[in-house]
C-alpha cells in the first residue's frame, strides 16, 4: 500500500524519525493509525454505553416530552455557539 501524505505531514513523520522517536516512517504511520483505531473503539463503545442507557430508561418509562427535548438541545445549541466565537 502507498500513501501520499501532505508536505506537512511527511515534515512531521520526518522530524519524529529524526529525533529518535521513532525508527522509521513506517513506524510513524503505524503508531498514528493505531491510535485511531483506540480512538474510534473508544468512541463506539461510548456510543453503544449511551444509547443501551437510553434504551433502558425508555423501557422504564423515563421518558422526555417533546418540549423537554427541544428545550435541551435549544440549551446545548447555544452553549456549543458560545464556544466557537472568537476572543
Given at each position: 500500500?502507498?500513501?501520499?501524505?501532505?508536505?506537512?505531514?511527511?515534515?512531521?513523520?520526518?522530524?519524529?524519525?529524526?529525533?529518535?522517536?521513532?525508527?522509521?516512517?513506517?513506524?510513524?504511520?503505524?503508531?498514528?493509525?493505531?491510535?485511531?483505531?483506540?480512538?474510534d473503539e473508544r468512541?463506539?463503545?461510548?456510543?453503544?454505553?449511551?444509547?443501551?442507557?437510553?434504551?433502558?430508561?425508555?423501557?422504564?418509562?423515563?421518558?422526555?416530552?417533546?418540549?423537554?427535548?427541544?428545550?435541551?438541545?435549544?440549551?446545548?445549541?447555544?452553549?456549543?455557539?458560545?464556544?466557537?466565537?472568537?476572543?
Amino acid at each position: 500500500m502507498n500513501v501520499t501524505l501532505t508536505p506537512s505531514l511527511e515534515e512531521f513523520v520526518r522530524r519524529k524519525v529524526e529525533t529518535g522517536d521513532y525508527r522509521s516512517p513506517d513506524e510513524v504511520v503505524f503508531e498514528g493509525l493505531r491510535l485511531l483505531q483506540q480512538q474510534d473503539e473508544r468512541w463506539n463503545a461510548e456510543a453503544r454505553a449511551k444509547i443501551d442507557e437510553g434504551w433502558n430508561q425508555a423501557r422504564a418509562g423515563q421518558l422526555r416530552s417533546p418540549e423537554e427535548i427541544r428545550e435541551n438541545l435549544a440549551v446545548r445549541k447555544e452553549a456549543w455557539k458560545a464556544g466557537r466565537k472568537p476572543a
